[in-house]
């Protein structure tokens, strides 16, 4: 490599070390929602937007007809616990109970629908009329549990309007998934036909801190195969919509999200945007419908609350998979997750499968590195000889070049040979990054010891003492400095360069990296160290066989 091609190198990981120190992931933090508890009330005023979200088909587009009790209703099932509440009617809670905060065994339960705003809304609303306070319909349960195994069960939600329309909505919950089938019947009982559009509204406040980096926050859906995705950000500045046939949309956390799927795809209008309250809310609108006098209109919606799970979400359909996204690492980084879960499913430890993955991907690029190595080896027998020509055209570059070419040419040598194996793997390498960064099977997967998290940074012990370059908690990072301790033995067995510029570039080399790693997730660095030890190996065979 000549002097610019190091340099370029410099510069890149200059630019990695100051996005570790300044955009460094952070460990996932959710307070828990506030709960006000209330007493029984009858026909509530429209209530004024809250911090947070929660909510399906939470407020009906009609005024109060009758004046029953708000009650409650609990839905539990082995993987979610779930209180909807007749007025609306609405979802208050959605706690998955597979999913903690954090790693403590105490720790809260995760909550996709925190109280005081609308999550997904589904309704009818006819045209020219806003949405007003909300119908207390009459719940066909008072509550509902479901076992590992059992058929699915239904919840039935009935109410009537002042327009004369009997609105019939039916939830159907399957005890082990996180599916759940909506059915809206609106049957027209009045003299008159009524307009209008089916419309779906999906909101949520985004958290102050994101779990990862490279994970996605905001509002997303798929159209013609292609998932769109809004961040927050994107918002600031208007609202920003969409026409055409949209399979689903979406709101995404980190790990978790919470989808409407439409039973049909037809050409509909979506709408994303930031309320003052900091609430990004997105607006499906399918296209205008007519209910004439004794007809009826019927809408069917599947929902997924639950995890970013591949499998999971494949089960829901209509590409719902395709909202795990690893940008343009894409195309490498699922192959690889595939690999890893396969993997995990016979050990059943990530940290034994990322070493088995590791094992598996240096087997295929062998033949790369080896010829890497042996490349790099060759160069070192060629330093005399370069060094004499250096010294002898010190004052013409331009024949320098030219008879250093002649030089590779004659040994058969190419200079680039060390290097271009590794740019081969850098594309492999940040696939993982985003796999080991973002993926839900590592949220909270422990390896052994003092390693609970590998989506986590790794520290042993806790100080309550700032670390430079250290995103918190501060601790030892054990396997980093391991990492960096291996990189720095396999630098001292690679061939030493013959320009005193590259060769005092390469002893910066595994401090730069390690400082770099120091915030990156416990699961990448595993990776990086076992890479290591494994290059290591293959160096040893390469020098003991050239001996």
């Known amino acids: ?88 009617p609405a979802l208050k809670s959605f706690k998955l109970k597979k999913y903690r905060l954090s790693t403590e065994e105490d720790s809260s339960l995760v909550e996709l629908a925190p109280e005081n705003t609308d999550f997904i809304k589904i309704f009818f609303q006819p045209v020219l009329q806003e949405a007003a306070a909300p119908i207390i319909f009459e719940a066909g349960e008072s509550a509902l549990s479901l076992d590992h195994g059992s058929s699915p069960r239904e919840l ?61 926050t905001g509002l997303s859906f798929l159209k013609e195969g292609k998932v769109e995705e809004i961040a927050p950000g994107k918002l600031e500045k208007g609202e920003k919509t969409f026409s055409g046939p949209l399979q689903w949309f979406s709101y995404q956390e980190d790990y978790f999200m919470a989808a409407a799927i439409p039973e049909n795809t037809p050409y509909a209008h979506f709408a994303g945007k930031l309320l003052p309250s900091g609430i990004v809310e997105g607006i499906w609108t399918g296209p205008s419908e007519s209910v004439d006098s004794g007809g009826r209109l019927s809408s069917h919606f599947t929902l997924f609350l639950g ?28 192959p690889l997750l595939y690999t890893l879960r396969f ?129 918190p908690p501060y601790g030892i990072p054990v396997l980093t400095l391991l990492m960096g301790a291996s990189m720095f033995f396999q630098q001292k067995m690679t061939p030493t360069p013959g320009d005193p510029t590259q060769a005092k570039i390469m002893l910066f080399l595994p401090i730069i990296f390690t400082v770099m790693f120091i915030n990156f997730p416990s699961g990448l660095v595993l990776y990086w160290l076992v890479n290591n030890v494994l290059s290591i190996g293959q160096q040893y065979r390469i020098i003991k066989g050239s001996a």
């Open 307 to 334: 995890p970013r799970d591949l499998s999971l979400l494949k089960e829901a359909g209509k590409n719902l998979e395709k909202a795990i996204n690893f940008g343009w690492t894409d195309i490498i980084a699922k």
């Open 343 to 471: 993997f995990n499913g016979y050990v059943h430890n990530y940290g034994i499968a990322i070493i088995l993955l590791t094992i598996v991907i240096k087997i295929l690029f062998w033949p790369l590195t080896h010829k890497s190595y042996k490349s790099m080896k060759e160069m070192q027998k060629l330093q005399p000889l370069m060094a004499k020509l250096r010294e002898k055209y010190k004052g013409n570059k331009e024949q320098m070049n030219k008879e250093l070419m002649g030089l590779y040419k004659t040994y058969k040598v190419n200079p680039m040979g060390g290097c271009l194996p590794m740019v081969i793997q850098i594309p492999v390498f940040f696939a993982l990054f985003r796999v080991l960064g973002v993926s839900i099977e590592l949220r909270h997967a422990p390896f052994f010891l003092w390693i609970n998290d590998l989506s986590a940074p790794d520290r042993l012990f806790r100080f309550p003492f700032e670390i430079p370059f250290m995103s």
């Open 156 to 216: 039935v939600f009935t109410a009537v309007t002042p327009m004369g329309l009997s609105v019939r909505q039916s939830l159907l919950f399957d005890p082990d998934s996180y599916i759940i089938g909506i059915t809206i019947d609106y049957d027209n009982h009045s003299e008159r036909s009524v307009e209008g559009n089916i419309k779906a509204r999906i909101a949520n406040l985004p958290p102050k801190e994101k779990a990862s980096y490279y994970s996605f």
């Open 1 to 88: 490599m000549d002097k610019r091609t190091i340099a370029a190198l410099v510069l890149s990981l200059l630019v990695l070390i100051l996005w570790s120190v300044f955009f460094a992931p952070q460990s996932e933090q959710r307070s828990e929602p506030q709960v006000i508890e209330e007493a029984p009330r009858k026909a509530p005023p429209s209530p004024a937007p809250g911090p947070s979200a929660a909510g399906i088909l939470k407020r009906a587009p009609e005024p109060v007809v009758s004046q029953r009790e708000e009650k409650e209703i609990t839905i539990d099932t082995p993987l979610y616990k779930a209180v909807f509440s007749n007025a609306g």
